[in-house]
């Protein structure tokens, strides 16, 4: 009998099946996460839902990825998810690869603000008529 994990290895041969793969391993990740940060805090999906202030069933569609009526959820859901289970909602960009600016050696655009008129005049404002 062919495991599961047989199969996903054999359909990972075809070109399209791992391109679609591919493209879902994020939300996976995302699931795989919500479903870790329950299960630590001891929780069923019932409690999950109640402290959410929903149904349980909304609880197990945000956990499968949405079933066949797929849909994202709002970072407030998500924001509502983790404080049921005792977290807080964190999102990040994370580069795919060095920025040209970052590979030149240059400080990111974060840094430059917090560094306002470096190596400038102070800026004055113009004296309004009022103040004249």
């Known amino acids: 009998m062919t495991t599961h994990n047989d199969m996903i290895a054999a359909w990972k041969k075809d070109s399209t099946f791992r391109k679609e793969y591919d493209a879902l391993?994020?939300?996976?990740?995302?699931?795989?996460?919500?479903?870790?940060?329950?299960?630590?805090?001891?929780?069923?999906?019932?409690?999950?839902?109640?402290?959410?202030?929903?149904?349980?069933?909304?609880?197990?569609r945000l956990e499968a990825g949405g079933g066949r009526r797929k849909h994202s959820p709002s970072i407030e859901t998500l924001r509502k998810y983790a404080a049921a289970v005792g977290c807080h909602l964190e999102i990040k960009l994370v580069p795919l690869s060095p920025s040209p600016r970052r590979a030149q050696g240059q400080p990111s655009r974060d840094k430059r603000r917090a560094q306002p008129n470096q190596g400038m005049e102070p800026t004055r404002k113009k004296p309004r008529a009022a103040d004249a």
Not at 28 to 41: E, S, T, W
């Open 25 to 60: 391993e994020e939300e996976f990740a995302l699931f795989d996460v919500l479903l870790k940060a329950r299960y630590d805090a001891g929780l069923t999906q019932a409690e999950v839902a109640e402290r959410m202030g929903t149904k349980t069933s909304a609880v197990a």
